[in-house]
């Protein structure tokens, strides 16, 4: 299995920008730039997995500095019921990941090195025991100087679901050798991040309300969520990784990328109104060309759906209705669907995140 080319048969939120982004609340960005950060995380969450089959993993930058990042891991179970209805119900692990250039230790004699923490978000998680025979949910990062499979990690970050696996820590030489300590552009704003974290609440991938097998060889995806050149533009790679045993006991990890751009409209006051998502066009060049998909056949649906409440009673068809939707199969296939509106008044009406900016 390839690394890259797999074939495979199968008043709220965006208030929290500040009176001063509030004139410029989404600034342009050079090519250079976006590639840079498309590139610096793409290598970061190579290096993590989260436990639950279907999960969905969001990773983006949470400040305008280098080495701070956020992220969001989610069970995702969106499939049919019995009666072939559509339903969504999750449970999350909120996150924030800090990289340290330098930290000392309990033994004065060992030199600094460089620092990873990963503590969980106890407000904006699911926390609770864990049921007999279950397991929690889990996110793990790998700091080994090679990862050649996040998902049996040599050096792991480890937090879970379970309330005494809240914060992890150590340290790795890779977090500088990978380079995950510079910021590609300081260019984030408020608005920017309130946008990352709507976009990890709203947007799931799914096999098994797609066009793709939901009964064998299910991927994971880890959704990497950064800014596109043009303001109010934002992008999300989605990485569909599995990992594939066969017969004579050997198993391999691959991932493949699959790329998104959306589009936000914003009204006077800064409140956002509506807005597009798009697949962007599979590679022409190699699988290192930016800005393009390199999974030859994505087989799974994207969906932009309204907020819910992870835990909560599940969502149905009624949200999977107002939801935008894409469809991504194989290129060429007559059954993708590359493009759809987003209205976000609807997506949002109901909850606190359909207000503007805070004064």
């Known amino acids: 299995m390839q690394a890259h080319h797999l074939f495979i ?57 280098g080495g701070l990042f956020r992220g969001l891991a989610s069970t995702s179970e969106l499939r049919y019921d019995d009666t072939g209805v559509r339903y969504r119900k999750e449970n999350q692990l909120a996150f924030d990941l800090i990289l340290k250039a330098g930290e000392d230790f309990l033994d004065p004699r060992r030199p600094r090195l460089p620092q990873a923490t990963l503590v969980r978000r106890d407000a904006a998680s699911n926390v609770h025991p864990t049921p007999v025979n279950s397991y929690p949910l889990t996110t793990v990062l790998d700091l080994a100087p090679e990862v050649p499979d996040p998902t049996l990690p040599k050096m792991p970050l480890r937090i879970t679901s379970a309330p005494a696996a809240g914060s992890d820590d150590r340290a790795g030489r890779s977090i500088a050798a990978a380079d995950f300590l510079t910021a590609c552009h300081s ?115 994207l969906f932009v759906l309204p907020p819910m409440t992870p835990g909560g009673p599940p969502q149905g068809e009624e949200s999977f209705r107002r939801a935008a939707r894409l469809e991504l199969e194989f290129e060429g296939s007559d059954r993708n669907i590359l493009y759809a509106p987003i209205n976000w008044v609807d997506l949002l009406q109901g909850t606190t995140w359909s207000g503007g900016l805070v004064p």
């Open 9 to 65: 048969p199968t008043l709220g939120l965006l208030a929290w920008a500040t009176a001063a982004d509030a004139q410029v609340v989404s600034r342009p960005l050079t090519a250079e730039q976006v590639a840079c950060e498309e590139r610096q995380l793409e290598r970061l969450v190579h290096r993590m997995a989260a436990s639950e089959e279907t999960s969905n993993l969001f990773l983006w930058r949470s400040s305008a500095d």
């Open 187 to 301: 260019e984030v704003t408020a608005f920017d991040l309130a946008v990352y974290q709507l976009l990890a609440r709203t947007v799931r991938i799914s096999q098994c309300l797609s066009v793709g097998n939901c009964f064998a060889g299910l991927f994971r995806f880890k959704n990497l969520i950064f800014r596109g050149a043009e303001p109010f533009t934002y992008r999300m790679n989605v990485l569909s990784y599995l990992v594939a045993c066969y017969d004579d006991g050997h198993c391999s990890y691959g991932e493949g990328l699959t790329a998104f751009l959306f589009r936000l409209q914003v009204d006077d006051a800064g409140r956002l109104t509506g807005g597009s998502v798009e697949a962007l066009p599979w590679c022409s060049e190699s699988v290192t060309q930016p800005g393009c998909t390199t999974l030859l056949n994505p087989s799974f649906a």
